[in-house]
């Protein structure tokens, strides 16, 4: 298994649970320095993806690209796939499309968490998930051309009535057909809902494609009251090879967080 760092380019999130605020030149350096493999990067959009810097400096620091996030479409512009207006949910499309097509040319994965939206007065749940399902289809065949799965993270119950565990997800994944999109199984999110949190990964098996390594209070695994060593376990039963990738606050700052992350993995690894 591989590590990875979270790396905020929204100014906008910047009291949000990301690990390093500071550019990507910055990031990377911190990473490297630390011993992570790799960074997850949460950008404003596709844009600030290309023109080779990101590339650059991934290669200089000896980093991969482990994932792309695509919050910044909810929290900056307010788009959401399962929201009441058509054109809406068309304008979110879209731009997680483009963030497929920029993390896909870098070798990464782009992931689906707040902008799945939820039910709303004009929306009934059945409805939204028929709109995340259509959506699912398209943007993970567009991830597909690159060679890419596309990741859905189902959230606790305070940020959305879609799918708050793990299993309801891949449920409705296996029966919806959508073989490319995997599962982004946060630790965080999971301790608010599921019942055993090793169990629940072993039962979720092949469909777990990304962990954001976080403990109970979204500190840095450690700093809560999670156990490392059953979610290490379970991850290895299945056979995961992917990223722990840490997306936690950068408290009580973010060199310990970085500290502990590592400390959390290699003994236990």
Known sequence: MRTAVTVCLV????????????????????????GYDGVEVFPPGAESLGGGEVRRLLAAHGLELAAVGTGAGWLVHQLHLCHADSSVRDRARRF???????AGELGAPAIIGSMQGRSSPGVSREAALGHLADALHDLASRAARHGQSLLYEPLNRYETDLFNHQAEAAAFLDTRGLHGVRLLCDLFHMNIEEADVAATLVACGRRVGHVHWADSNRRAMG???????????????????????????????????????????????
């Open 223 to 269: 700093l809560g009251h999670t156990a490392a060593g059953p979610v290490i376990a379970a991850l290895e039963a299945i056979g995961y090879e992917g990223w722990l990738s840490a997306e936690v606050f950068p408290l009580p700052s973010a060199a310990v967080a970085l500290r502990q992350t590592i400390a959390s993995i290699r003994p236990a690894g």
């Open 96 to 102: 997680i499309a483009e963030m497929i097509d920029a």
């Open 11 to 34: 100014p906008e999130a910047r009291q949000g649970p990301f690990v390093l605020h500071d550019g990507l030149a910055a990031g990377c350096v911190a990473a490297a320095a630390a």
